[in-house]
C-alpha cells in the first residue's frame, strides 16, 4: 500500500517586545531565577492585566507579510488547565477570534518548484514558565521569568506532505519573523519553536488520518527527523492492522524515537472563556495602514529584485536572500567594491565565504571579514591585480586577522598578479626548455599538454602570473 504523509505545523514566535504581553516586567532573556515575573505575570488576586501594544502591532506586521485577514475585533480567552510553570491556573490566549486570520506563504522545494501553504490563523498568547530539573535536592525547580512573554502561535494547515516540506515551510516562517523583526529567531534559548501534527493516509484517500502531535521540537533538524520516525510508526502500525490513536507525543532526539505523553482520553478540557479582565481588541485601520507602511522588503520581493537587478539566478537569489543579514551583507559588499560585479559577488558569498562560515559555525553577522573588507577582496579581483586562486589566499588571511584589507595583505605578502609581458615571456621560456618532451608533444599535435604546460608557468610565477597572458604567451611561442 502506498502511504500519503499530512503535516501541519503549530510555530511558536516569542515576540522580540521589551516588556510582556499583560505587564512591565522585563522579557530578558537569561537573567537571575524568578527576577522578572512580576505580581501580573505571577497571578497575584487583584492584578489586572494590560495589553502590550507592541506584541499587537508585531502581530499585525506578520498578518500583512502573510497577506493575512486581520481581524478587526478579535478576543483574549482564558485556556484554563493546572501546571506548576502557570501560576494563574489558566493562560491568556486567543481562540475563537484570532488577531490574524487565513493567510498563506510560498515556499521553494528541492526540486525548484514552489509550493503554498496556507496559514490557517496566528494568535497572541502569553508564554509559561519553566520547570527546571537541575540540583533541586530531589524537588523540581520553577522559573517563572518566561511567564507572560508574548507569543504568536502560527498554525498551518495540513498542507506539508513531507518532513522536508516541513522544514522548508518552519525555514520560510523563521526567516520572515526575522526579516519583519518581530521574533529574534533564537532556537536555542526556544525564542522559536514548533509543535509538529503528522498523519498517514493511503493514497487518494479523502479524508485525513488520525494525527499524533509532536510538542515542543526546538530545532530544523529534529523536525525532520522526529516528523520521518513518526511517519515510520504510524505506516507500520497500520500496516499490523492496527490504528493510530489521537495523541501527543514527545520526540526524544537522543533515541530517535517517538512517545506517548497524553492520549486524547486524557486530554485537558481547557474551558476557554473569554478573559474579563481584558477588553476585545479593536484594530484600527490607520494603525493597519501606518504599519503596512513601514514592512520592509519581504524576502520574496528582495528574491524578484536580485534576480531582475542583478541579473543573478534564481537559485542565487533564493539563497542570498534566506535571511535579511545575508542579503543585507551582499548588496553592502556589493556597493561598495569597485568594479561592482555581481555574479562574483555572488559566487563569492555563496562560495567561498559561506563555506567558511559553516565550517566554523558561525552566522553571517558574526563574519570576521566584514563586507567592506570583502569589498576590498572582490575589488582586487575585478581589476585583475589578483587571480581568483590568490584571491582565495587573501581572504583567508583576511579571515584570520593577518591584515585588515585586502590591500595590505597583497602588497604585504607580494601577491599581485604578475601582468607585465616581459616578465610572463621570461618564465614562459624557462619553462619551454626545461619540458622539451611536452613541448615537442605539443607540436606534434598533443594540444590538451597546454594545460600541463600552463600549469607549470603558474607555478614557477607562485600562482601571480594572469593565468589568460600564460595560455596567450604560451601558444603564441609553441607555435612560432
Ligand atoms: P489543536 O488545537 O488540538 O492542536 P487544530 O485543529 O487547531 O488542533 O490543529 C492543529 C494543527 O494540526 C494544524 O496545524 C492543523 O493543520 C494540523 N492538523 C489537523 N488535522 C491534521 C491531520 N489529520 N494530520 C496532520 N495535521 C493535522
Ligand atoms: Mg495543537
Not at 526567516?175 to 503528522?198: H, P, T, W
Not at 495523541?247 to 476557554?272: C, F, G, I, V
Amino acid at each position: 500500500m502506498e502511504w500519503e504523509v499530512v503535516i501541519g505545523l503549530e510555530i511558536h514566535a516569542q515576540l522580540a517586545t521589551k516588556s510582556k504581553i499583560f505587564s512591565g516586567a522585563s522579557t530578558q532573556y537569561g537573567a537571575q531565577p524568578n527576577t522578572q515575573a512580576c505580581a501580573v505575570d505571577l497571578g497575584f488576586p487583584g492584578v489586572l492585566p494590560v495589553l502590550n501594544q507592541e506584541a499587537v502591532k508585531m502581530a499585525i506586521k506578520f498578518g500583512l507579510a502573510v497577506g493575512a485577514e486581520l481581524t478587526p475585533r478579535s478576543v483574549f480567552e482564558r485556556k484554563n488547565y493546572f501546571y506548576p510553570d502557570l501560576p494563574k491556573g489558566y493562560q491568556i490566549s486567543q481562540f475563537e477570534l484570532p488577531v490574524v486570520g487565513k493567510g498563506e506563504l510560498t515556499i521553494e522545494l528541492e526540486d525548484g518548484t514552489e509550493k503554498v501553504i496556507g496559514i490557517t490563523r496566528a494568535h497572541l498568547e502569553e508564554d509559561a514558565g519553566k520547570s527546571m530539573h537541575g540540583n533541586f535536592g530531589g524537588h523540581t525547580g520553577v522559573d517563572l521569568n518566561r511567564a507572560g512573554t508574548p507569543l504568536l502561535e502560527i498554525v498551518s494547515e495540513p498542507d506539508m506532505s513531507s518532513a522536508k516540506e516541513a522544514v522548508a515551510y518552519m525555514k520560510k516562517i523563521h526567516a520572515l519573523v526575522r526579516y519583519i523583526d518581530i521574533c529574534d529567531g533564537n532556537m536555542q534559548e526556544g525564542s522559536f519553536r514548533c509543535d509538529a501534527n503528522v498523519s498517514v493516509r493511503s493514497m487518494g484517500q479523502k479524508e485525513l488520518g488520525t494525527r499524533a502531535e509532536l510538542k515542543n521540537i526546538n530545532s530544523f533538524r529534529n523536525v525532520e527527523r522526529g516528523i520521518n520516525v513518526e511517519v515510520e510508526r504510524q505506516i507500520e502500525l497500520l500496516e499490523e492492522g492496527g490504528t493510530v490513536v489521537q495523541e501527543t507525543r514527545l520526540y526524544d532526539a537522543d533515541k530517535n524515537e517517538t512517545r506517548s505523553m497524553r492520549s486524547k482520553e486524557e486530554a485537558n478540557d481547557y474551558r476557554y472563556f473569554p478573559d474579563p479582565d481584558l477588553l476585545p481588541l479593536v484594530l484600527e485601520e490607520s494603525m493597519i495602514e501606518s504599519i503596512r507602511r513601514s514592512l520592509p522588503e519581504l524576502p520574496n520581493a528582495k528574491r524578484d529584485r536580485f534576480v531582475q537587478e542583478f541579473k543573478l539566478s534564481d537559485y542565487d537569489a533564493t539563497v542570498l536572500t534566506s535571511t535579511r543579514e545575508l542579503a543585507d551583507y551582499y548588496e553592502s559588499a556589493l556597493k561598495q567594491a569597485k568594479p561592482s560585479d555581481p555574479k562574483l559577488c555572488a559566487n563569492w558569498v555563496t562560495g567561498t565565504l559561506s563555506a567558511a562560515l559553516n565550517k566554523a559555525d558561525l552566522d553571517i553577522t558574526e563574519s570576521p571579514v566584514d563586507a567592506a573588507k570583502f569589498a576590498g577582496l572582490l575589488s582586487r579581483i575585478g581589476d585583475n591585480t589578483i587571480s581568483g586562486n590568490i584571491a582565495k589566499k587573501v581572504f583567508e588571511a583576511l579571515w584570520h586577522g593577518e591584515g585588515d584589507s585586502a590591500d595590505t595583505i597583497i602588497e604585504a605578502q607580494g601577491l599581485k598578479q604578475v601582468t607585465d609581458a616581459g616578465a610572463i615571456e621570461a618564465i614562459v621560456d624557462e619553462v619551454i626548455a626545461k619540458c622539451p618532451d611536452q613541448v615537442a608533444d605539443y607540436r606534434g599535435g598533443k594540444e590538451q599538454i597546454i594545460g600541463f604546460l600552463v600549469g607549470q608557468v603558474m607555478q614557477a610565477s607562485k600562482g601571480k602570473a594572469n593565468p589568460a597572458q600564460v595560455n596567450e604567451v604560451l601558444r603564441k611561442k609553441l607555435t612560432s
